[in-house]
């Protein structure tokens, strides 16, 4: 065998690793866990077929949630909204509202920080506020962050300190370029009260209005579920722990025990490193893909999307160098090589070099076809995986170079030059 054609073999033999032992990273059916009866069923087989053993909390006396048959609870938790906003004015009429709007049985309310905007940010909530009504709002300036701070994390330590102090059970962090269904917060809590789980996050349906954003912005939804198989983090005994940032409903009482988000105070992949945390307090956790939370923040030119990644790629490899030689060799092997076999095998009548290369490349499309359905996007995107991979590879490069000539992770006129890394504990 030729040296192209045992890289196509290397390549192919990673897929078929990829598509048997990765969690069935490729499927997209995670959707809220269920609620009412189907919950029972559900608790019991995470927790090994005992039926009681959500009920116990340190010691605490069993809590029991009935429901009306319909999978909802009698008696619904007081929820704070936290919203943690920086120059976001262009965003916010597309989603505060839909905060506002809210049809929740409890008492809830909501939380926005102005995180030192300098576009109005805090004065337009208000007059969202005023002009739609709805959940009660209230608007807290934090000042700049402490050092050691992220401008989010910071941002989140004042939200939620204002909000535990008015004793909810749950508190829902949420980005402000995300929009909610008016059901979303029902829904989200019925999951977590019903399943008992101390963590609920779904990844909003991010937009895909522009060329750039149909090519790119699937491919990195894929990407996280490949690196985070949902099915392996809402397993009994998981396997990996991940969270999205942007819809995040979290128990305060394990908010508490888990230190956050003092504990988590430099991380810049924050939703992995919460999750990590509220893991090791021993909390509950699901995650999966969302149907009715959507991110209405544009993307519309590869400039915009390329700082979006590059901005904490090197940070997902703990600013590594060998992580990221063995993740571009990664790449370049398991996306790059098939297409690469394939041409040049036809082309120089090296069959097997083809043959793999040929089979490796509709295994990659193939997996990557449900995704593109999640997103409502032609299924000829598929073969063109390779190319967005090839993208994604430069960002991480240029992430890693922009954080070894000090500038690190930017966002919103800041700069980390070198945070820490999301602590690596499952």
């Known amino acids: 065998m030729s040296t192209l054609a045992w890289f196509a073999s290397a390549s192919l033999a990673a897929w078929v ?25 559900a608790r019991e087989a995470r927790d090994g077929g005992r039926p009681d053993a959500h009920e116990d909390r340190g010691g605490a006396e069993p809590v029991v949630h009935e429901d009306r048959g319909g999978g909802e609870p009698v008696a619904w938790p007081r929820v704070v909204v936290v919203v943690p906003a920086r120059d976001e004015a262009g965003v916010l009429p597309l989603s505060l509202p839909s905060l506002l709007a809210q049809d929740y049985p409890g008492v809830a309310e909501v939380v926005l920080v102005d995180d030192g905007s300098t576009d109005g940010t805090g004065g337009l909530a208000v007059e969202l506020a005023g002009r739609c009504g709805g959940l009660p709002l209230t608007v807290v300036s934090p000042g700049e962050p402490e050092p050691g701070w992220t401008g989010k994390l910071w941002a989140l330590r004042h939200g939620m300190a204002l909000a535990r102090a008015r004793g909810p059970e749950f508190l829902l962090l949420t980005d402000a370029d995300i929009a909610h269904a008016p059901d979303s917060l029902r829904l989200l809590v019925s999951a977590a009260v019903e399943n008992d789980l101390d963590l609920v996050s779904q990844m909003a349906r991010l ?15 894929y990407f996280f579920a490949q690196l985070y198989p949902f099915r392996w983090i809402n397993r009994a005994r998981p396997r990996a722990t991940a969270a999205a940032g942007g819809c995040v409903l979290l128990r305060t009482e394990t908010a508490v025990a888990a230190g956050v988000p003092e504990v988590i105070r430099q991380a810049v992949i924050d939703d992995v490193s919460l999750a990590r945390a509220v893991r090791r307090a021993g909390g509950r956790i699901w995650l999966g893909l969302a149907e009715r939370v959507d991110s ?34 990664g790449l370049v092997v398991v996306y790059l090589v098939p297409p690469v076999a394939l041409v040049a095998g036809a082309a120089g ?4 070099a083809a043959w793999a290369g040929g089979t490796a490349w509709a295994a990659m499309a193939g997996s990557y076809a449900p995704m593109l359905r999640h997103y409502r996007q032609p299924l000829w995107l598929a073969p063109l995986l390779p190319f967005t991979a090839s993208l994604y590879l430069l960002m991480t490069v240029d992430s890693a170079v922009r954080h070894h000539r000090g500038r690190g992770a930017a966002w919103k006129g800041r700069t980390y030059a070198r945070p820490e890394a999301a602590p690596d504990h499952h």
């Open 17 to 41: 690793w990829l598509l048997l032992g990765q969690g069935s990273f490729w499927r997209t059916d995670q959707r809220l866990p269920p609620t009412g009866r189907d919950a029972g069923h």
């Open 207 to 221: 937009r895909t209005a522009s060329a750039w954003e149909r090519l790119i912005v699937p491919a990195f939804v």
């Open 296 to 329: 209405v923040r544009p993307y519309p030119g590869l400039g915009e999307l390329w700082r979006m990644v590059s901005r904490s790629a090197y940070a997902q490899l703990r600013h590594n160098p060998l992580l990221l030689l063995g993740t571009v060799a």
């Open 349 to 352: 009548g090296d069959a097997p």
